[in-house]
């Protein structure tokens, strides 16, 4: 029994230590995504080929907007663009998706959102499985071929490696709901899933 409380406390905290990190990112965020996330809106010339994001204006258009005074221009981005100017290119939710999917196990998700430290976290406590599981597969391996390892409460080879791998499964749980909760908050197109200077993805992910 107390082996089982220790595996549960263990995941526990890798899972409230992970929502914390994000949680405190986001707060820290907070202000400068009330800021950034602008799609348009800035004054711009209509004869000028470098307005609304410059390249001949392929961010966004030039527009009247509508009930405005007589000279009065905007920029209406693209989809694909943020920002007043629309000088800003939105990170792909397709590409996000597919990093989580496949790599998102390995942090690299969130460094492409920019969340360095969140997927940093990731990569250690993803190693902190990986790694460990894989050398306790080797150790198990050979304490057997030697004869050292037999099952039963009065060998200490069977009992320390039993022992690491529950813990070994504590942080394979942790890192694999971790990787679940990632991929599908981006594929629902939660605002909690917006890259790290504050603007939400491009929408060009089609399940249809």
């Given amino acids: 029994m107390k082996w089982v409380a220790i595996i549960v406390v263990v995941t526990l905290l890798v899972s409230v230590w992970g929502n914390l990190i994000d949680y405190k990112e986001e707060l820290v965020e907070s202000h400068r995504v009330e800021v950034r996330e602008t799609s348009g ?5 209509l004869l000028d080929p ?23 221009f905007e920029c209406q981005c693209y989809d694909q663009y943020g920002g ?12 996000a998706f597919l990093l989580s999917f496949f790599t998102g196990t390995f942090g690299a998700d969130r460094f492409y959102l920019g969340y360095k430290l969140v997927g940093a976290i990731k990569l250690i406590v993803s190693a902190a499985a ?31 490696t ?15 709901a971790w990787w679940l909760a990632d991929w599908i908050m981006i594929v ?4 909690y899933y917006n890259d790290y200077n504050g603007y939400k993805l491009y929408y060009d992910l089609s399940l249809s």
């Fill in 41 to 45: 809106g800035a004054s711009c010339n």
């Fill in 162 to 176: 039993s022992f690491l791998g529950a813990l070994v499964c504590c942080f394979g749980l942790a890192v694999g």
């Fill in 130 to 160: 990986f790694i460990p599981g894989v050398c306790l597969c080797i150790l198990r391996t050979v304490l057997k071929c030697c004869g050292a390892l037999k099952e039963g409460r009065r060998n200490i080879w069977w009992a320390i």
């Fill in 188 to 191: 629902i197109k939660s605002t």
């Fill in 84 to 95: 007043a100017d629309c000088s800003y290119t939105r990170k792909s939710q397709k590409t």
């Fill in 50 to 72: 470098q307005a609304c994001g410059g390249n001949n204006g392929s961010n966004g258009v030039c527009v009247h907007p509508q009930g405005s005074p007589i000279g009065v």
